[in-house]
């Protein structure tokens, strides 16, 4: 009995080395792949190849990785089903900028602005001040969204430019229009039933510093039409 309970200890002991044998080997090979993957510009190789890595090493910079590559291509929940959602002090920059542009665009303004605000202190810049500034008019925060506009408008310069997506062909304006555009929009939200003018005015001064500025457009006639329409009781 106890030659065979010593018989299956060695088996046991041989088999858990032959597999830590085996990990070792294939690590150098999926870094290999994930190198070639890039080369060949593959993104669902490289995803592979990474995620083959987070399960044979797993380490914080190899997860957040994955995550930020599962969230340039617009797989959200899988980026956040690798870091989470919560705030978390340890989490990397990188962690916590999948966090708030992946919550943003699953329509998670509240749980987005925490991780927004996190970066914006780490690193401040108009970029984030105006995802912040978008965020809290949609939350309804205008007292916040006018300190990040604010910061905007002081520190963008001339050739700084935001696209956007709405129209079939995305464009680009001054991103100095894009904030002159949240601060009308803020404005309108304050009162809509009395801000339309005020609105319209500064929206005004957005198109005349992009007269493609397709949103403003938009907003201004929506904003019309509102003003235009008789409320109903």
Do not use: W
């Amino acid at each position: 009995m106890k030659t065979i309970k010593y018989t299956l200890l060695l088996v046991i002991c041989f088999g858990i080395k032959v597999q830590a044998q085996n990990q070792s080997a294939l690590v150098p090979h999926y870094k290999a792949y994930y190198k070639q993957m890039q080369q060949q510009g593959d993104i669902q190789g490289i995803i592979n190849a990474m995620t083959h890595l987070v399960v044979l090493e797993p380490n914080v910079k190899r997860q957040d990785t994955l995550a930020a590559l599962y969230m340039n291509e617009g797989k959200y929940m899988q980026a956040l089903n690798i870091v989470g959602i919560e705030l978390l002090d340890t989490d990397t920059t990188l962690a916590t900028e999948v966090k708030a542009v992946s919550l943003k665009s699953l329509n998670e303004p509240k749980r987005a602005i925490e991780h927004y605000e996190v970066l914006f202190k780490q690193k401040p810049s108009v970029s984030i001040a105006y995802e912040l500034a978008d965020l809290k008019i949609q939350t309804d925060d205008l007292t916040g969204a006018s300190l990040n506009i604010t910061y905007g408008i002081a520190n963008t310069t001339t050739d700084m430019m935001k696209p956007y997506y709405e129209t079939q062909t995305p464009y680009q304006v001054p991103l100095l229009a894009g904030f002159v555009y949240l601060k009308a929009i803020s404005k309108f939200r304050e009162n809509p039933e009395t801000n339309h003018d005020a609105a319209i005015a500064i929206l005004e001064e957005a198109l005349q510093l992009a007269p493609n500025f397709n949103m403003a457009n938009l907003a201004v006639n929506a904003i019309r039409n509102q003003k235009e329409t008789p409320k109903t009781e």
